[in-house]
């Protein structure tokens, strides 16, 4: 069974599941009915970010060194549908893996407004590796996509093959797997091809919520599950299709915590997360 089969057989199975009588909760921004796009996962923001870049679509500079890489694809909701008037910003490192953090020129840098269809693309070089401490970065592009109404992506995209990603712990992260993509010819440059799924700020299955200040990641997860949120955690909860706690941490007192699930199968899974502002439910695949 391929990956989008088994979310949508999942979540389907999902819809009969009830948790435990409680207080009062609301639901996370990820207890939508699920679709058939996975929303795609965070990655750190990095030292480099400058705001206000130029909209341009051509990134590449005359007499610059490096492999012209061509970049493509679609930003869309959780239901696989286009998303338009998202913003997608984007930053990276030249060929000699060199940033340009005050030049007007911006250079390799631009930002892009998608239409109907939440297509974007543009044209650039292949980044270099640099070094981070003793080891080099692989190869990466940074992204932070924007669009009313849902929750700004801040992300980076690596390359198949890169023999620093293995090393590297933001690249080699579970989470950070479907954000390596290969490399194709089309036009006869290479080009990689990033769709990019945003999750929408409504909350609750089809029903007006209050917003949950918790955030899960990644999700899908692995090994662990990371959760932060404004108001401090309380306690976390984590139960399976059948309504059986399986996990839990309790005495919390902290805005962030981590769990390990490498033990549990492959599933979805609620979470029922107790804050200083209420309790929340939020839902995560296990791959």
């Not at 996370?28 to 965070?42: F, K, N, R, S």
Request: aromatic share 12%; charged share 20%; glycine share 8%.
């Amino acid at each position: 069974m391929n990956r989008k089969d088994f979310i949508l057989k999942t979540g389907a199975a999902m819809l009969a599941f009830t948790l435990p009588a409680r207080n009062n909760y609301a639901l996370g921004d990820d207890q939508e009915a699920l679709g058939a796009c996975i929303p795609t996962t965070a990655d750190i923001l990095g030292p480099y970010y400058r705001a206000g870049a130029p909209f341009r679509s051509d990134l590449t500079i005359a007499g610059d060194p490096g492999t012209i890489l061509n970049y493509r694809g679609r930003v869309t909701d959780e239901d696989c549908n286009p998303l338009a008037n998202a913003i997608v910003d984007v930053w990276q490192a030249n060929s000699d893996a060199v940033y340009d953090g005050t030049s007007a020129n911006f250079n390799y840098r631009g930002r892009f407004q998608t239409g109907a269809d939440g297509a974007y693309a543009f044209r650039s070089v292949k980044p270099g590796w640099y070094l981070n401490g003793a080891q080099y970065r692989p190869a990466h592009i940074h992204f932070r996509v924007t669009c009313p109404g849902y929750t700004e992506l801040i992300t980076q995209l690596y390359f198949e093959g890169d023999p620093y990603i293995a090393a590297d712990p933001w690249a080699s992260a579970p989470g950070a797997e479907m954000r390596i993509v290969p490399l194709g010819v089309e036009g006869g440059e290479d080009t990689a091809v990033f769709d990019i799924t945003l999750h929408a700020n409504t909350t609750g299955i089809r029903e007006k919520q209050r917003a949950s200040p918790v955030s899960l990641t990644p999700n899908p997860a692995s090994d662990r599950l990371s959760f932060r949120s404004g108001p401090a955690l309380r306690s976390i909860e984590i139960f399976n299709a059948a309504g059986q706690l399986v996990v839990t941490a309790y005495d919390l007192n902290a805005t962030e915590h981590t769990l390990r699930i490498n033990y549990l199968g492959p599933a979805m899974y609620f979470c029922r997360v107790e804050t200083a502002d209420g309790i929340f439910v939020h839902r995560f695949l296990k791959e």
